[in-house]
């Protein structure tokens, strides 16, 4: 349990959280009284209490990150940019959008190059870690741009599952978004899968190529309305949401 001693150099609760962006101090303490935070799993009421750097708090369930150098951000990555920060090659890489950020950090995953929309960065390395291992299973969506008219049971193989040369895959969720336009069919996926290339090779499989794909959502994250090409920082609900992720999913 990292509650320090009234003594210690721990910090009062409510100031680590207010300097974490949660609330004001004032707020924080009403908080505390109505027992709505937890300190590394158990829930807090003395106002008086002193928190090690350690602690793993959460309020209202919600994971909060204490350490304040932390970054998040989510970039809608366009098409031609590479997934690494230095390219070997000398293809368009991150560091166009990285180089006026003070701290250095990386990317949450992969994208292909040809593939555009939703990818983190970041330099907390747990985190990366645990939302970037296919192990852990983190949930994505995309939306792909196919040729041919999509039919319902195209839509029933790809969530009973297909059989690809690294073995059988299936979709967590599967549908056919509108109707099918000038040659062409939108499929919304979502799959867990972290493998090479995934769902290209999947649409490509049933017989209908992609000739347009994007990463609407990773795990709690939505791209929205974010433009390509363009960066935020993750507001403080969607860093609670993909903190307390990846502290489940370990």
């Known amino acids: 349990m990292n509650i320090a001693d009234p003594a210690s150099e721990g910090e009062r609760l409510q100031k680590v959280l207010a300097a974490a962006g949660v609330a004001s101090r004032r707020v924080v303490e009403q908080m505390i009284v109505e027992g709505r935070i937890e300190v590394d799993g158990r829930i807090v009421t003395e106002l008086g209490t002193r928190i090690l750097p350690e602690a793993r708090v959460r309020v209202d369930g919600t994971a909060v990150q204490l350490d304040t150098t932390k970054r998040y951000l989510m970039l809608n990555k366009p098409t031609g940019v590479v997934s690494t920060m230095a390219d070997e090659q000398g293809r368009p890489d991150l560091r166009r959008f990285t180089d006026e950020i003070e701290e250095r950090v990386y990317n949450v995953g992969r994208l292909d190059a ?11 390395g747990e985190l990366a870690h645990v939302l970037a291992h296919p192990s852990f299973g983190v949930e994505k969506t995309y939306v792909a741009k196919v040729r041919g008219a999509v039919d319902q049971r195209t839509i029933r193989r790809l969530l009973d599952g297909v059989e690809l040369e690294d073995g059988e895959i299936r979709a967590d969720a599967a549908r056919v978004v509108g109707r099918p336009s000038q040659g062409h069919s939108m499929v919304e996926l979502t799959l867990h899968s972290g493998r090479n290339r995934i769902v290209r090779r999947m649409l490509d499989h049933v017989g209908h190529p992609v000739a347009e794909l994007v ?36």
């Open 215 to 250: 990463r609407r959502s990773f795990g709690p994250l939505h791209l929205g309305t974010l433009r390509s090409g363009s960066m935020r920082e993750l507001t403080t609900m969607e860093r609670g949401a993909l903190l307390t992720l990846a502290r489940s999913a370990r």
């Open 114 to 124: 040809e593939t555009s929309g939703l990818l983190v960065l970041t330099n907390d």
